[in-house]
């Protein structure tokens, strides 16, 4: 039996958000002061050692570039939303599409707000010429009415007469294929050999997709930017997509607090209510209602710090366990693979 495993490019949601410089500093100042007083306890202590102490938190970032993942499942090629992650996912892609003169990608796209789309126009991929004998393809899924709808933003998001130095028609010449097809509720995604492929509507301000992805047994479920109306009932599709799932990626934006507007224990105006995004007592729900193998905490608010997004996955995992679930919960965080 063959693997699936899915990597990480882009695990934010809403718009990209690198930690900066001085947060950076921050993070290796509060570790070189701790490991300095660590030290001086204890002087025989190596940084190697102390650093295998700390919580990984404490020293990476979660990651800023929106949505994007990359599945390789019976040796097909899968992205799931093109945010500003896949330019990274590109340049990997690159020489292995030289060295094979080209390759397949199948794209499934969640839906077409900007955090899901915009980083289509830095994939380099779509920019090898098949004239070098690199034929690339691309062939993609999304939207009820591809060309009006996913199209139409892909297009407008590469105009070169306003926002974009190169055509979104120059790469129909460019690469070997580029093809866009409609999905709707409980669409099997037909054509990738031996992979079943099933969607579904999920709850969020624009059409937007979840898939699961089946393959030998083994079951991957991209499911983000849906809004729970009842924490304690799961969306119907939302629960039939997750079903006894090896891995979900699910929406969970916010905190309970951030999604009811609470400050300092206050109600606020400053609530999320039909923004279209989730926090962990629905994750919790769900993870557990369809008793799903590892649940991977995902679109992470570009407001939430990497001890935010640490506290999230406790908080998760501790409802998880409080509803008597099994599930595993993990944040996700760019670079990471998990694999089934
Ligand atoms: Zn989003
Ligand atoms: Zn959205």
Same mark, same amino acid.
């Given at each position: 039996m063959s693997e699936i495993t899915i990597e990480f490019f882009g695990v934010r949601g809403s718009i990209p958000?690198?930690?900066?410089?001085?947060? @950076?500093? &921050?993070?290796?100042?509060?570790l070189g002061r701790e490991f300095d007083r660590q030290k001086s306890e204890s002087p025989s202590l190596t940084w190697d050692e102390f650093l295998t102490s700390r919580e990984?938190?404490?020293?990476?970032?979660?990651?800023?570039?929106?949505?994007?993942?990359?599945?390789?499942?019976?040796?097909?090629?899968?992205?799931? &939303?093109?945010?500003?992650?896949?330019?990274?996912?590109?340049?990997r892609l690159i020489p292995i599409a030289i060295k094979d003169r080209g390759i397949k990608l199948w794209v499934l796209v969640s839906h077409t707000h900007w955090d899901h789309i915009q980083g289509f126009p830095f994939f380099a991929p779509a920019y090898i010429n098949q004239e070098t004998g690199v034929r690339n393809e691309i062939v993609a899924f999304g939207g009820t009415n591809w060309t009006k709808d996913v199209e139409y933003c892909l297009k407008n998001q590469m105009d070169n007469?306003?926002?974009?130095?190169?055509?979104f028609e120059e790469l129909r010449t460019t690469l070997a294929k580029l093809e866009g097809n409609s999905v709707h509720n409980m669409k099997s995604i037909d054509g990738i050999e031996g992979i079943k492929i099933r969607t579904l509507k999920l709850d969020? *301000?624009? @059409?937007?997709?979840?898939?699961?992805?089946?393959? @030998?047994?083994?079951?991957?479920?991209?499911?983000? &930017?849906?809004?729970?109306?009842? *924490?304690?009932? *799961?969306? *119907?599709?939302?629960?039939?997509?997750?079903?006894?799932?090896?891995?979900?990626?699910?929406?969970?934006?916010?905190?309970?607090?951030m999604y009811h507007g609470i400050i300092n224990g206050q109600i606020t105006d400053f609530t999320k209510y039909g923004w279209g995004h989730s926090y962990p007592e629905a994750v919790a729900q769900t993870a557990h209602d369809a008793e799903v193998k590892t649940v991977v905490l995902f679109h992470h608010d570009p407001t939430s710090s990497d001890e935010a997004i640490k506290k999230m996955e406790e908080t998760t995992q501790r409802l998880i366990k409080d509803l008597g679930g099994k599930s595993?919960?993990?944040?996700?965080? @760019?670079?990471?693979t998990l694999s089934v």
């Open positions: 958000a690198p930690m900066g410089g001085s947060r @950076e500093k &921050d993070k290796h100042n509060h990984q938190h404490e020293y990476f970032t979660y990651g800023g570039n929106t949505s994007c993942v990359f599945i390789r499942c019976g040796g097909h090629n899968i992205i799931c &939303d093109m945010g500003s992650g896949i330019r990274e996912l590109g340049q007469r306003a926002v974009f130095p190169v055509d969020h *301000p624009q @059409e937007t997709y979840g898939y699961r992805i089946e393959h @030998e047994g083994k079951t991957i479920v991209y499911a983000t &930017d849906n809004e729970p109306r009842d *924490p304690r009932r *799961p969306h *119907p599709n939302l629960l039939a997509l997750s079903k006894k799932a090896d891995i979900l990626v699910i929406d969970c934006q916010y905190t309970y607090e595993k919960v993990v944040a996700a965080s @760019e670079g990471m």
